[in-house]
């Protein structure tokens, strides 16, 4: 019969074994004991936080195609966008449909869109300059990567990230302006 303490240092071996093996066979679990910042580069040429720290952050996946949806969804955000512990952040999904000649063009339009919306902002009370709401156009796909949409959509998407910059709740094919307040609604 072996000593008790042999026995006690046999079996932590073990757990720590069984851990280790869990964690490697359970990548969800993985990525939650280590978070990797996710960022991309804004439409003015700054690097953007996508899961920062300090806030809420909203993540839109968006493109051309769903301009008007992604739109819609935007004005229902206007009531959180005051908020100091919150922030909206659209990735525009523009992989193999724009040139490299062209993507300087294709910023400014995205920039003079943002600054209707933040004149429509101002006019309806809410101070967008203290809380922008980056727009990142992902020409090469390597913050869609990060995020997980490294497919083609044909609806938006949705993640949340908490005030650490940990992934709290992820929506696949948003239909509604709704749908995605609720989300919101039950986070803050």
């Known amino acids: 019969m072996m000593p008790a303490r042999l026995l006690v240092t046999f079996s932590r071996r073990g757990c720590a074994l069984i851990l280790l093996n869990v964690m490697a066979l359970s ?10 910042a996710i960022s991309g580069e804004d439409v003015n040429g700054h690097a953007v936080a996508v899961n920062g720290k300090g806030h809420y952050t909203v993540v839109m996946y968006t ?5 008007d949806t992604s739109r819609k969804m935007t004005l229902a955000l206007d009531s959180y966008r005051s908020r100091s512990d919150f922030t909206l952040v659209r990735i525009v999904d523009l992989r193999g449909g724009v040139p490299p000649e062209m993507r300087s063009i294709v910023r400014v339009q995205i920039r003079e869109e943002q600054a209707k919306e933040n004149v429509r902002l101002r006019k309806a009370g809410v101070s967008a300059s203290s809380n922008e709401a980056p727009i990142i156009p992902d020409f090469n796909g390597s913050t869609l990567n990060a995020l997980g949409w490294d497919s083609i959509y044909d609806q938006v998407h949705l993640v949340v990230y908490d005030t650490n910059g940990q992934e709290i709740k992820r929506l696949e094919n948003v239909t509604s302006a ?5 989300m919101v609604d039950s986070i803050l």
């Open 27 to 36: 990548p969800g679990l993985a990525r939650a004991a280590s978070q990797v």
């Open 63 to 67: 493109n051309p195609d769903l301009e």
């Open 178 to 182: 709704r749908q995605m307040t609720r």
